[in-house]
């Protein structure tokens, strides 16, 4: 595609012959395939998409795109900029999730300097800038002293790359740690004075319901939302994202509330799972699924035997009850995942395969573009109708099979109506910081 198709230097053009997905994608009013897509023709100026309209309006000078389809720049609304591409130095012996954790200790403790941090931060974004993604939300490890090193280098990063990508961080720490409230107080002031979401993992702690309180009241007094890493595990007796629902209905708490994994939810009894869902429908919870990151770590056994269950939580249960879910890139190159490029369409694809996202396509195309966007109150993201920026990917794909069967390397990602550079960096820059 990239030697057939050609775009002008100035951010002013019509696209014709493209296919848009109705769920990503101002397009109602068209006739759309089993799949959700439609034939359309759109119109760029001075970098804002000004029109769609069904294909075949298009005058002769406009670019054909060969019938492929275009997709709005993507939104990856979990993932952990700051532990990106530390695998060389601190690999997982073994593949799980406590051997994730235990590598991260002393790897954290030794390397996590500012310029540490910084390097592999901007290496990670530059991947997902040309990969096509719009907006990011990452996850801050803040454990004390860490909070005091992260926090300044992520404030600079969204700087630095706010004409590019938008970036918001959440504070990461174990639950536990909000036991100790001058800490707990401290750090969600540098969360608000940064402009970022209260976040904790959560685990089956006996005073979980006290400190959720805590985290709750606080969001609340600070005006901050709320992400939360919930239930990664197979444990039916981890039931934190019930108890998150209960919480949030107990403030009546009015800010946005994300909880990511979810992953026993797909081990427990109907009933239970019923009564959960219920609870997160009522208190307008959203959800994201990690689909890579979650089969990488989930049900692996030490024993030389087949995992026998995906990790991903229960998606489709959700969206039948009105639940916003998403799915994300989570963990690249670190001891929680030890591949991945913040490549939301290879997200996407993985997703399809691991969750079922087909027969029929539905609308879950928008989990990784208008939903996540919806969830991280972006306004001008996710999704392509006029007036929006003209942020988008076209790809050479020209339905789901296609699309999904390929890389796509040779996708074009527009950006204010232009064409930008999408050579990725290249690993070797990192090596002076990876040496093992």
Known sequence: MAERIRFPDEATFTLANIRLHRSVSETAEFNHDAEGLALADMRVVDGRIATIKPAGTAHEDAIDAQGGIVFPCFVDCHTHLDKGHIWPRCPNPNGSFMGALDSLVGERRANWKSEDVERRM???????????TKAIRTHIDSM??????????????????KDRITLQAVCLFGIE???DEGWFNRLADIVAEAGGVMGAVTYMVPDLDTLLDRIFRK????????????????????????????????????GRVLVGHCCSLARQPDKVVFETLDRVAKAGISVVS???????????????????????TLLHEMRARGITVAIASDNTRDPFYAYGDLDMLEVYRDAT?????????????????????????????GWLKPGAGADFVLFRGRNFTEWLSRPETDRIVIRNGRRIDTTLPDYSELDDLLKA
């Not at 901007?122 to 096509?132: E, K, N, P, Q, S």
């Not at 004390?144 to 790359?161: G, K, L, Y």
Request: proline share 6%; with cysteine.
């Open 122 to 132: 901007d290496f990670a974004l530059r991947a997902a800038y040309a990969h096509g």
């Open 144 to 161: 004390n002293p860490q909070e005091t090193i992260s926090w300044p280098v992520f404030q600079d990063m969204r700087a630095r790359w």
């Open 177 to 179: 740690d909000a036991r």
């Open 219 to 254: 969001a609340i007094d600070l005006d901050l939302d709320l992400d939360f890493h919930a239930d990664e595990t197979d444990d039916i007796a981890s039931v934190s994202l019930a108890r998150i629902a209960e919480a949030a209905l107990r403030h009546d708490f009015q």
């Open 290 to 312: 990690l689909p890579m990151c979650n089969m990488y770590l989930q049900d692996r056994r030490m024993n030389a035997t087949t995992p026998r269950w995906r990790g991903v």
């Open 353 to 381: 395969r691991i969750l079922q996202f087909n027969h029929p396509v539905a609308d879950w195309p928008d989990t990784v573009a208008a939903s996540p966007a919806k969830i991280m109150r972006l306004a001008d993201a």
